[in-house]
């Protein structure tokens, strides 16, 4: 376990992808956050999302944002305003926690509670804007599946899928820029996680990326995996490097390409000396 805990590590049981740690906490009651947001530089909506917890769908909504949902520094966003269940008669703190399928420590850090977590009924709990209600059925974790080679012993990441390296981080011809490398591969072929983590978001809510995998991990890291046909995780899961966690699927064209991308913070890097890829 790491010195200092993370989303990815969390302090002895993982926590979900809703938790903040102690010194993550938000600066801001949680039942009254703030209505706006102002876009610093180079923000990405990602960022904005995961800073005030809220899912990128929501946020989306409620800006009425089209692709490629680009912001500009100095923009004016609205925030998703706060969910909260209200304490039935009998139950209990864990019971709402089970009901929306949250760890409950995850969700009492949320609302600035200390144990035993004592509530009563009529009492407002405030819900992490990502919980759902728990699904009846549960499916089966998906099976890991053997790690794909890193390029070289030193590599940070692993490759996150077998194929050849076929576009590169920077500007592209005719002009754009790639923030990632991709990798080409057949449709259906197995996406793997470049290294232990948890997943903050699985889902299709930005068109752009088709299905789109994130997954967190130590020091900040962030990786995406964009332009799968499913995903086979889901938020909140805690994943194991050369675990599956997408299927390739087919872009627009016809062609099936991985893109994968990695940030830490803000900042969009390189995968390439990452994964031990050299020029």
């Given at each position: 376990?790491?010195?200092?805990?993370?989303?990815?590590?969390?302090?002895?049981?993982?926590?979900?992808?809703?938790?903040?740690?102690?010194?993550?906490?938000?600066?801001?009651?949680?039942?009254?956050?703030?209505?706006?947001?102002?876009?610093?530089?180079?923000?990405?909506?990602?960022?904005?999302?995961t800073r005030y917890?809220?899912?990128?769908?929501?946020?989306?909504?409620?800006?009425?944002?089209?692709?490629?949902?680009?912001?500009?520094?100095?923009?004016?966003?609205?925030?998703?305003?706060?969910?909260?269940?209200?304490?039935?008669?009998?139950?209990?703190?864990?019971?709402?926690?089970?009901?929306?399928?949250?760890?409950?420590?995850?969700?009492?850090?949320?609302?600035?509670?200390?144990?035993?977590?004592?509530?009563?009924?009529?009492?407002?709990?405030?819900?992490p804007a990502m919980?759902?209600?728990?699904?009846?059925?549960?499916?089966?974790?998906?099976?890991?599946?053997?790690?794909?080679?890193?390029?070289?012993?030193?590599?940070?990441?692993?490759?996150?899928?077998?194929?050849?390296?076929?576009?590169?981080?920077?500007?592209?011809?005719?002009?754009?820029?790639?923030?990632?490398?991709?990798?080409?591969?057949?449709?259906?072929?197995?996406?793997?996680?470049?290294?232990?983590?948890?997943?903050?978001?699985?889902?299709?809510?930005?068109?752009?990326?088709?299905?789109?995998?994130?997954?967190?991990?130590?020091?900040?890291?962030?990786?995406?995996?964009?332009?799968?046909?499913?995903?086979?995780?889901?938020?909140?899961?805690s994943v194991r490097?050369?675990?599956?966690?997408?299927?390739?699927?087919?872009?627009?064209?016809?062609?099936?390409?991985?893109?994968?991308?990695?940030?830490?913070?803000?900042?969009?890097?390189?995968?390439?000396?990452?994964?031990?890829?050299?020029?």
């Amino acid at each position: 376990m790491q010195e200092t805990p993370d989303w990815a590590a969390g302090e002895g049981t993982p926590l979900s992808a809703y938790a903040l740690q102690p010194d993550e906490a938000q600066p801001y009651d949680p039942a009254q956050l703030p209505r706006t947001h102002r876009v610093g530089a180079e923000e990405s909506l990602y960022d904005i999302a995961t800073r005030y917890q809220v899912p990128l769908r929501a946020l989306i909504d409620q800006n009425n944002l089209e692709p490629p949902f680009a912001l500009s520094e100095g923009r004016v966003l609205q925030l998703p305003p706060p969910r909260f269940h209200t304490v039935a008669r009998g139950e209990n703190f864990e019971d709402v926690a089970r009901a929306y399928n949250v760890d409950m420590r995850s969700l009492a850090l949320l609302n600035r509670m200390e144990a035993p977590y004592s509530v009563r009924q009529g009492d407002r709990i405030v819900l992490p804007a990502m919980a759902r209600a728990a699904p009846e059925v549960i499916e089966p974790a998906p099976t890991p599946v053997a790690s794909p080679p890193r390029t070289n012993a030193n590599a940070r990441f692993a490759m996150p899928m077998r194929g050849a390296v076929v576009g590169r981080f920077g500007p592209m011809q005719g002009g754009g820029r790639l923030e990632g490398i991709e990798i080409g591969g057949r449709e259906g072929d197995a996406v793997a996680a470049a290294a232990d983590g948890e997943v903050v978001y699985a889902g299709d809510d930005l068109p752009a990326y088709g299905t789109l995998v994130l997954v967190r991990h130590a020091d900040n890291y962030v990786t995406a995996y964009g332009f799968n046909r499913r995903a086979l995780v889901r938020e909140g899961q805690s994943v194991r490097a050369g675990q599956q966690i997408a299927e390739l699927g087919a872009r627009a064209d016809g062609r099936a390409r991985l893109l994968f991308q990695v940030r830490r913070g803000a900042e969009v890097i390189d995968p390439a000396p990452l994964l031990g890829i050299g020029d």
